[in-house]
């Protein structure tokens, strides 16, 4: 099996040891993203503005997508965020959890973890 590693350059993929996105077994494994932002808005769509970029890089789109993962810290902060799944995925919706836990740094809202098909 090949496996493609793809890599953002964000601060934490050297720090921590991981990559942005793995290439294997016929899908795209995106890692949890975080995005910037004051509000959770914002970050849930800077967050899935990296993930759409990924997938790019492995030839895949946000309609591939079919599984998602949310992590808050705080589950009351997810339905803000609805809007912005419903318009990123609508037409295509993935099977998704949302989980409510720690993040690595209390600065983040919202954190979105995907897998997508490869093509």
């Not at 993929?13 to 890692?31: L, M, P, Q, S, T």
């Not at 993203?33 to 899935?48: F, P, S």
């Amino acid at each position: 099996m090949t496996i493609k590693r793809i890599h953002s350059g964000g601060e934490f993929e050297a720090k921590i040891g991981y990559c942005r996105a793995v290439v294997a077994g016929g899908f795209v494994h995106v890692a949890g993203t975080v995005g910037q932002g004051d509000t959770v808005q914002e970050q849930c769509r800077a967050a899935l503005d990296t993930i759409k970029g990924a997938l790019e890089q492995a030839g895949s789109t946000l309609a591939d997508v079919v599984r998602v993962n949310y992590y808050l810290p705080d589950a009351a902060e997810f339905e803000p965020c609805w809007p912005i799944l419903s318009e990123t995925f609508g037409a295509n919706p993935p099977a998704a959890t949302m989980i409510e836990c720690n993040l690595i740094d209390p600065k983040y809202r919202i954190e979105i973890e995907v897998t997508a098909l490869a093509h």
